[in-house]
Nanobody
């Protein structure tokens, strides 16, 4: 599985961005997927995750009600999305998509994810 994240950029507080993560690899549809983020000087943290079937999702408390994770399992594109609304300056970070090959639940520990995208920068100005 190879992951390619895109969609980051500079936005004012209160604005929106939509991140995408294109996955290549025939087994992508059977992996749980997630978004993590890492701000300068901080550890990588869980943002949102979605089950392989798309019927379950988890969110970090800091983004609940503002971010929405979704995935397209049925088109040839195999894409993971993160819709980010009501953005705050504290959301500024590099955002990474990740895939968990052996998931039995949506994991929030980055060590449980085997595949990672290259990251896309999100900057929210006040």
């Amino acid at each position: 599985v190879q992951l390619q994240a895109s969609g980051g950029g500079l936005v004012q507080a209160g604005g929106s961005l939509r991140l995408s993560c294109a996955a290549s690899g025939r087994y992508f549809t059977y992996y749980d997927m997630a978004w993590f983020r890492q701000a300068p000087g901080k550890e990588r943290e869980f943002v949102a995750g979605i089950s392989w079937s798309g019927d379950r999702s988890n969110y970090a408390d800091a983004v609940k009600g503002r971010f929405t994770i979704d995935r397209d399992r049925y088109s040839y594109k195999n894409t993971l999305f993160l819709q980010m609304d009501s953005l705050k300056p504290e959301d500024t970070a590099v955002y990474y998509c990740a895939a968990d090959r052996n998931a039995r639940q949506i994991d929030e520990n980055p060590a449980d994810y085997e595949y990672w995208g290259q990251g896309t920068q999100v900057t929210v100005s006040s």
